[in-house]
């Protein structure tokens, strides 16, 4: 076989990368090569977004696997505690899947960019706002207030908002930021025509 193989010392040796279509060697078809790819998750594809702290996806992860360190997991463990409640919410899940509930709010389909971020985003910041009320709750005896919790969710939305969407006016209310998604919705619908020319409206604008 080796004899059958023409040789042309004219020319300079060329590493080849047989892997990829190129023949060029890149980090990423070497990783893909090597990793063993499991199927898409879609659960998982939504619980890490880049617009959000790294830690609050954390959180939201641990809290879908029931990985956080409550009062009653610690128990579990063998070790002498009292669970309570430290979240003065009255919040009752009435055994619904968590898991379930966050794939339908995450499956709600919408075209405008803003409304889109916010649906991605609201599960991971809410989670971590009841996490952060239970543990000044349970810490440091501060006293809770559902008022401020909304608030302090409704300042993280505003943040990821202008980080995004610099340009974009949102005020600092929920109003205004409904507002400002009703208005981008209303400036992408395709205008429609019936043949007889812009309406009067259209022509005074």
Avoid at 32 to 40: F, I, T, Y
Avoid at 62 to 74: P, W, Y
Avoid at 135 to 164: G, T
Wanted: proline letters at 5%; a positive charge.
């Amino acid at each position: 076989m080796a004899n059958s193989i023409s040789i042309n010392s004219d020319n300079n040796d060329k590493p080849i990368w047989t892997i990829s279509h190129t023949g060029k060697f890149s980090i990423g078809s070497a990783w893909k090569n090597l990793r063993q790819e499991k199927p898409h998750n879609q659960l998982y594809s939504r619980l890490w977004h880049t617009n959000i702290p790294f830690k609050m996806s954390f959180l939201t992860w641990r809290v879908v696997h029931n990985r956080l360190s409550t009062d009653q997991s610690v128990a579990r463990l063998g070790i002498p505690m009292d669970p309570k409640c430290y979240c003065p919410l009255g919040i009752s899940t009435n055994n619904t899947n968590l898991k379930f509930t966050l794939l339908n709010w995450w499956n709600h389909k919408t075209k405008n960019p803003f409304c889109a971020l916010i649906i991605k985003i609201i599960p991971a910041l809410t989670c971590w706002e009841i996490w952060r009320l239970r543990c000044c709750n349970k810490f440091e005896a501060e006293r809770y207030s559902l008022y401020r919790s909304i608030a302090n969710i409704l300042f993280s939305i505003l943040q990821v908002l202008k980080n995004k969407f610099g340009n974009a006016r949102f005020g600092n209310s929920w109003n205004t930021i409904c507002q400002a998604c009703e208005a981008i919705s209303i400036r992408n619908q395709p205008y429609k025509s019936n043949g007889s020319g812009p309406t009067q409206q259209c022509q005074a604008q």
